[in-house]
DNA sequence: TATTGTTATACTCTATAACTATA
DNA sequence: TATAGTTATAGAGTATAACAATA
């Protein structure tokens, strides 16, 4: 912190390889603690990416669901067909479009989603707690700037915009 | 960087929460980043994985391909098959235990891994260029942080701390 | 014609359980 | 007995393609 930074060009080979391997390494025991989170409220990845849809859109087509959790209609028609079975959410016909189902969360599904929202603000405050807030500042900053560097040149082209859940 | 913190321990719900919306979104790119880039080799992350072991370890027996990747013996037997069919590993009969196969890279598959490496290096070292070097060391420490946060509670049990590869 | 959701089919990754051949 | 790897089987998630009902 007291270092002028007048090496500001001073990345080396070695020196980014090992940034790169850490934030891997923060990816991956991510990945596995949201994983353990769901699991243990009995959910999938997948299907948990289609309560959070429902859950922050309301009531919505599976067509929509399609595009916005991005997997084929045919595998929303899966998803939705398990967390039909464990009541999390309940098919009905579009009320202007024969042709759609509009699939709405249960109070068990608004309930699991709510719950998990509490759980979320729980993790995020015990993860944070006690770091320097111009520590997390400087995390924050340089997160979104890695964010926008891997969005932009990992082809700028096939992402779709639409697709901003957390879960997927 | 002006400021002195005499207010550490601001840490809001909110800021908490939308610091840890933030690591997830950054888990996410750089999860699709990675899918994406194995891929393009015609790889999956379970596939790389085994290879990422054989790359760093040399010739190992399936059984420790298993603890190491994390799945089961059952499953190595398949994910060998598949490379071997796709020629990047050979299996031979262990010398001194006929139980036990080894699994080695071949040619290609060595050469799949040291091209795997250089991209790594060279993708490493666009993503994190320019970055102040007091940043990137801010980065780097409150990531290793949260590592080692999440990993403390999540679960402190069944992590085996031989897992380490960055694939999985 | 185009779109919505489905049936049909297939591939990958994952797991458990039973079996074999060796230790 | 215990271990290494396999066969057998099952389930979740993903995909494409063909089809029915509707727009």
Chains 1, 2 share one sequence.
Not at 42 to 56: D, K, N
Not at 126 to 139: A, I, K, S, V
Request: hydrophobic content about 35%; overall charge neutral.
């Amino acid at each position: 912190m007291e270092r002028l930074d007048d090496e500001r060009c001073s990345l080396s080979r070695d020196g980014a390889r090992s940034a790169l391997e850490r934030l891997l390494e923060l990816t991956e025991v991510t990945a596995v603690f949201v994983k353990r989170g769901l699991t243990e409220r009995g959910l999938s990845r997948a299907r948990a990416s289609v309560l959070w849809v429902l859950h922050h859109r309301g009531p919505v087509t599976q067509r929509e669901l399609s595009d916005v959790v991005g997997v084929t209609p045919r595998n929303i028609t899966g998803l939705v067909d398990a967390l039909e079975t464990d009541d999390y959410v309940t098919r009905r016909r579009h009320p202007n479009d024969r042709r759609a189902m509009l699939v709405s969360l249960t109070a068990k599904g608004t309930e699991t989603m709510n719950k998990a929202q509490e759980d979320f603000s729980e993790n995020a405050f015990h993860l944070f707690f006690g770091l320097p807030p111009q520590e997390l500042d400087t995390f924050l900053k340089v997160s979104g700037r890695l964010i926008d560097r891997v969005r932009g040149y990992a082809g700028a082209c096939h992402d779709d915009p639409e697709r901003t859940s957390p879960l997927s």
